[in-house]
């Protein structure tokens, strides 16, 4: 069986072989894992698989299977957002993701690493350790969803579902050379996924190729009542899977080429656009004049809400405890002890952004500078179809080079946090390599025009082998 | 007549409600029929907080706040937000209360009170919706207690939290603000006070138009006009003795009928406000038209309907119109046709002065009978037949049963007999009122049986024509009227 299968070819495995035994090779490989990328393996995939195989089913993804970031909720799996806190917390209710995949047939393999809470862009903050980036067993696979993003790559999953707040799936998806797309705000539902920042993220999936992100977005998507920021844009993916970027018109917004950019990630992107243009598209350049303020706008925004988020987690009802002599003193040593440094960080920072005396000044103007980013989308986007952009400026980066270094790597979400501020849907797809690291396009739509940005995304793969390119590492 | 407020008494309300009777909670979909449930049986990961649950707003609970403020007659937001309270307690599961904060679904209205000097106004300053925490449960009493439990089956209910100016002038206004208030509620069928927790005020009140002092989370209406006096009285006190009043937060200690500091103003919380971003803002102008289609009459529309269909005192009016229930129960006696007039006399003032005076609290009217529980104790229930009015009141018009007979069908019927039809208890305790002819033979015998007292009042002995009638009244076994018995007697001897 081979290592990287598309879905296709993964239901094509299924029918000659069986559920079973494309999920006993899955855990297989997953076994001989050196990158760390799943915290916790279901132990119930090999069952569910012979459940399918001997019960027959019709769904689409009858038998596929699929890792989930650990901060989406799967009955029976510990839901550790890649952290001491919620030790011993196993979800008793399902992600509405996760009854649409298993009412699709799809098989859990297993929930993949993060940084704790979403908190990070390397997964290095896990309080299970780092995964390693396949590509450079050395290099973060980026994050927050690096688990997700570097199982797809290794070939220890066909595709899985992520999270993204200010660039979780993008990132990750940049660095380690695969798909991955962050839906419009409201196009899937986020009942189920622990929140970091609620108004910021969405749930997306990563794959090797953006047939099979379309083929997941049709099975995740959607209205959910119990989301009330959820939305029925009645959008069919698989459908807009068309080589044709005929007339397409693209922006190319000069602020996200900024300082500090790798020379080689330019010209890559550049190439690329160039590239488009030879299919029939046309570019231009675009202004975005508030985008330099989106990324300290997105941290305040994202670190008032987690401060919020975050208060539950006080030891009194389920996950990590630690004794206190009265339930003040409990509360303070279970999250001094069961949270990580850049979470206290956050939750610091975000209680001070929404304190009486600097609300008015940071957690307001922020708002407003959102606000701001969200006009420089609409604008851009009334003159063009798409925004083509480096997802990030640099390569996967050396496990432990900025880690000590929070504003550094705060600064590695500049290109992808201005997304999440104005909700619009962006999908990262491989475009170039510099010293054999993946290079990431991110390619920006208006709101639930998915359709758009997949089409563009899908032409592009058509007259490119980039995605076909594995880690050589772990072949 | 105009009420002076000599010590420039301002008070202020702030009151939670629980809007009990809606089916579920405010987010979720749990039960609020929680009151007999077992602990933690009536939760669900929205109401627990769990990591990943999401709220949904209930519609009805919407609906139930832009009755309150309709009734209020509030100004109806056009459009209402959610924002987030930020603080730590073990009966807060998410660390935070869903509230709301800048953009109240209801602005500015009033309620029209009896105050000090006749009708007086208070005025609303808003009503917010809001969730409620969970309970804690202490194991006997809070000093003894070994550790705390926690109750969520409350978390998630749906709260109406209303603010009044400082309006009221008295501890007294203040109870007859609440009594309204409550009435008003249960009006609209969103609330039942007999439930436990269903109302929690916090009152704030300053003396000579000084700094305020807010008293919380006072539990009865009474425990309300406690608490005042004895703040206001501190309060003078303090300014009597040269001190100022500090702004601080007080708590009232019931067992003691005392206030006590919690926090000055410098150590108040800060709740870091923000919106809920898991719930997008909403319209509501659009509905306020529907809902107005659904409000009932109100207490006061109902009082004046009442003193001019029925032709009753205002008096009794406001005693019938006091409690829905109440009002309905009336209404019903009165439909079978018996004199409204007679009915109000007996339905007001015997009827509910011997609710009172038993502790009973009107908790059900169903339309043939009305219901009550034991204030202090909900498991005593009792209840009283619309039919069984109509039976006192038509014995009464008739002339069959006198006052002091009416009087004791009602309280036998309270005191255990609401099995039994007026007519029965009547019968069986001899109360109907003894026929004329009877009275006249009774009159004759005791003539005859006793002429030496017949003697000595006829020689000037006024006393003995005490004792003459009293042997009547035996005679007649208490049935004869005595009035009557003595006028008879009088006629007999004086020709």
């Keep these: 069986m081979a290592k990287w299968m598309s879905v296709a070819q993964v239901k094509e495995k299924i029918k000659e072989d069986s559920a079973e035994e494309v999920t006993a090779r ?15 393996v279901s132990e119930k995939a090999l069952e569910q698989a012979k459940k399918i195989d001997s019960e027959g089913h019709e769904g689409p993804l009858a038998g596929v299977p699929i890792a989930i970031k650990d901060n989406i909720s799967v009955v029976g799996l510990p839901n550790s957002c890649g952290s001491k806190i919620l030790k011993g917390y196993i979800p008793p209710f399902n992600a509405h993701v996760i009854e649409k995949l298993l009412t699709a047939g799809a098989i859990i393999l297993g929930k993949t690493n993060m940084d704790e809470f979403a908190m990070g862009s ?35 999953a066909p595709f899985a579902l992520g999270s993204d707040t200010g660039g979780s799936v993008r990132c990750p998806a940049a660095f380690c050379g695969v798909v991955g797309l962050k839906p419009t705000y409201g196009a899937v539902s986020r009942y189920g996924v622990v929140a970091y920042a609620n108004s910021l993220e969405q749930i997306g999936p990563l ?75 046309t570019w231009e350049e675009v202004s975005m004049p508030h985008i330099k303020y989106a990324l300290a706008s997105y941290y305040i925004i994202a670190m008032s809400e987690a401060s919020s988020n975050l208060a539950r987690f006080d030891g009194t009802r389920y996950g990590f405890r630690e004794s206190g002599e009265n339930w003040h003193a409990m509360v303070s040593k279970t999250r001094a002890e069961g949270f990580g440094t850049e979470v206290k960080r956050r939750i610091l920072l975000g209680t001070y952004a929404l304190s009486a005396g600097y609300h008015d000044k940071y957690y307001l103007k922020a708002l407003k500078v959102r ?4 006009q420089d989308f609409d604008k851009a986007l009334s003159k063009v179809d798409l925004l083509m952009a480096p997802t990030m400026p640099n390569p996967a980066f050396k496990i432990g080079e900025k880690i000590e270094d929070p ?69 | 007549m105009v009420y002076e407020n000599p010590d420039g008494i301002r008070i202020g309300l702030e009151i939670h409600v629980q809007l009990n009777k809606l089916k579920t909670k405010m987010f979720c979909g749990c039960s609020s029929d929680y009151h007999n449930a077992a602990p933690n049986t009536h939760t669900c990961p929205v109401c627990l907080g769990l990591p990943g649950a999401l709220p949904v707003l209930n519609k009805k609970a919407v609906e139930a706040a832009i009755k309150v403020g309709l009734a209020l007659e509030g100004e109806i937001a056009e459009e209402t937000q959610f924002h987030r309270k930020n603080y730590f307690y073990p ?123 807010e008293i919380k989370n006072i539990s009865s209406h009474k425990g309300v006009e406690r608490a005042l006096l004895y703040e206001i009285m501190r309060q003078k006190n303090v300014i009597r003795r040269g001190g100022k009043i500090t702004q601080e937060t007080r708590h009232f200690d019931e067992g003691r009928g005392v206030t006590l500091s919690m926090r000055t103003k410098e150590e108040a919380e800060d709740y870091r406000y923000f919106r809920e971003p898991d719930l997008m803002p909403m319209r509501v102008a659009d509905w306020v038209p529907a809902v107005k289609e659904t409000l009932p009459e109100l207490p006061d529309a109902k009082r004046a309907r009442f003193i001019e269909q029925y032709s009753i005192t205002d008096m009794h009016a406001r005693a019938l119109t006091s409690k829905i229930m109440l009002a309905d129960f009336y209404e019903g006696v009165c439909a079978k046709g018996v004199d409204p007039k007679i009915a109000a006399t007996w ?30 104790d909900p498991e005593i229930e009792n209840s009283f037949k619309v039919s069984d009015m109509v039976e006192l009141v038509t014995h009464f018009a008739e002339g069959k049963i006198s006052d002091r007979a009416a009087v004791e069908v009602i309280r036998s019927i309270l005191d255990g007999e609401e099995d039994k039809t007026p007519s029965q208890i009547i019968e069986e305790k001899g109360l109907f009122k003894a026929e004329d002819n009877l009275v006249t033979k009774a009159v004759a015998e005791t003539i005859a049986e006793n002429e030496a007292a017949v003697q000595d009042y006829l020689g000037g002995a006024e006393k003995s024509l005490n004792f003459l009638v009293g042997q009547v009244m035996k005679k007649t076994k208490g049935t004869a009227d005595a009035k009557t018995a003595r006028e008879l007697i009088l006629k007999e001897l004086k020709g």
């Design chain 1, 26 to 40: 899955y855990l297989e490989v997953v076994g001989k894992s050196k990158i760390n990328g799943y915290i916790t």
């Design chain 1, 122 to 156: 390397s997964t290095e903050t896990s309080h299970f350790g780092p995964t390693a980036n396949p590509w450079d067993l050395e290099r973060v696979p980026g994050g927050s969803s690096g688990g997700s993003a570097a199982v797809v790559a290794a070939g220890e």
């Design chain 1, 207 to 281: 794959a090797n190729n953006v047939t099979d992100i379309a083929v997941l977005m049709d099975v995740i998507a959607g209205y959910d009542r119990r989301d009330s920021t959820s939305i029925d844009s009645k959008v069919e993916y698989q459908k807009a899977l068309v080589d044709d970027v005929e007339d397409l018109k693209i922006g190319v917004p000069k602020e996200f080429f900024g300082e500090g950019i790798h020379p080689n990630v330019e010209k890559a992107v550049w190439n690329t656009i160039h590239k488009y243009e030879s299919l029939g598209a």
């Design chain 1, 371 to 374: 606000t701001l980013v969200k």
């Design chain 1, 407 to 475: 504003l550094t790597l705060y600064l590695s979400d500049v290109n992808t946090c201005p997304i999440n501020l104005a909700g619009v849907p962006s999908i990262s797809v491989p475009c170039g390599f510099t010293e054999g690291l993946p290079i990431g396009l991110q390619i920006m739509g208006k709101p639930f025009d998915e359709p758009t940005v997949l089409r563009a995304a899908y032409t592009f793969e058509q007259h490119t082998d980039y995605h076909t390119k594995r880690p050589p590492e772990v072949a």
């Design chain 2, 91 to 213: 009966d807060l599961p998410k660390g935070f209360q869903v509230t709301q904060y800048d953009y109240p679904i209801v602005g500015k209205g009033k309620v029209v009170i009896e105050g000090e000097d006749g009708e007086h106004v208070v005025g609303i300053t808003r009503a917010h919706m809001e969730e409620d925490p969970g309970k804690l449960v202490h194991i006997g009493s809070i000093e003894k207690s070994k550790g705390v439990l926690i109750d969520y089956n409350r978390s998630g209910m749906p709260l109406i939290e209303t603010v009044t100016e400082p309006d009221m002038r008295s501890p007294k206004e203040a109870r007859r603000f609440l009594d309204k208030f409550r009435n008003i509620l249960e009006y609209l069928d969103v609330f039942d006070g007999n439930l436990e927790g269903a109302m929690r005020v916090d009152a704030n009140v300053s003396v000579y138009w000084g700094t305020r002092v």
């Design chain 2, 347 to 376: 339905t007001a003032d015997v009827f509910l002065g011997e609710l009172n005076y038993r502790d009973l609290a009107i908790s059900s009217y169903d339309g043939k009978k009305i219901g009550f529980i034991h204030t202090k």
